[in-house]
């Protein structure tokens, strides 16, 4: 085993664990599942998913400017409470004909659209490498209830010009870092063998030496952070401003 090789190992695992807890950072939701044979023979899997729009939370690169967070615009949208999965076996079964899959596998259906506002804001950031113009605005949204808006704040939003000062007292911006969970090399209980690098390739001053690696599962800060908007005049806004005892 070359020393290389695991390292390129441990840190393709790290990205793997940061990308699984990306997901689960985002809405919780609940699932069920169901079986059936459609009028033509074939096996149909459908899976309900209840979605949580109300998180009023996006995540946005570590590396942003914090400070650059703007106010953008409010819209009125519908936004979906749940979301059914239908997998047809004609396209999504095992040895299908379409061995690169399937535009129809399965189809996804956004459904019990409820009423909400879009907020959106934009910051500044590192450009991306993609990026062949080399932007540094970006933007994110969140969905918020209607009743967490109330008169007042629904004029101020939706104001032709937006005096942003009074948008900040209505949207509260807070930011917390993000940690997640990564595999890395446990060095007190490793034991590596000398060596050196050879065309690139690290190789083994004794050749029947072995490297002995274990691993260890810390705590890192992940590559972004969670941005909350908190409307001042929501239900939860008003209990933390009257001093309501926490449950």
């Known amino acids: 085993m070359y020393r290389s090789t695991h390292r390129a190992l441990v840190l393709t695992f790290a990205t793997i664990a940061v990308a699984s807890l990306a997901v689960a950072a985002g809405p919780k939701a609940n699932s069920g599942r169901a079986v059936a044979a459609s009028p033509t023979g074939n096996t149909v899997a459908v899976e309900t998913v209840e979605i ?55 189809s996804v259906q956004d459904e019990y659209p409820v009423p909400a506002y879009r907020i959106t804001y934009s910051y500044s950031g590192p450009a991306m490498a993609s990026d062949e113009y080399g932007n540094t605005r970006f933007t994110f949204s969140v969905n918020v209830r209607p009743e967490d808006l109330n008169a007042t704040a629904l004029r101020t939003l939706f ?89």
């Not at 400070?67 to 749940?82: H, P």
């Not at 000062?165 to 807070?174: C, D, F, G, N, R």
């Not at 190789?203 to 908007?229: R, W």
């Open 52 to 106: 949580q729009p109300f998180t009023n939370t996006a995540y946005i690169p570590a590396g942003a400017d914090l400070s650059s967070i703007r106010f953008e615009g409010a819209e009125a949208v519908q936004v979906a409470t749940k979301r059914t999965l239908i997998a047809d076996k004609r396209y999504c079964g095992e040895g299908g004909q379409e061995p690169g899959g399937s535009m129809f596998c399965p």
């Open 159 to 247: 104001a032709r010009d937006v005096n942003h000062a009074a948008v900040a007292e209505i949207l509260k911006i807070s930011a917390s870092p993000v940690f997640v969970q990564q595999v890395a090399i446990d060095k007190a209980h490793s034991t590596f063998c000398d060596g050196a690098y050879t065309d690139g390739n690290w190789t083994h001053t004794d050749a029947n030496c072995e490297d002995h690696v274990a691993d260890t599962i810390v705590t890192a800060p992940a590559s972004y952070v969670a941005v909350k908007v908190t409307p001042a005049s929501s239900p939860v806004a008003s209990l933390r401003a009257g001093g309501e005892r926490r449950q």
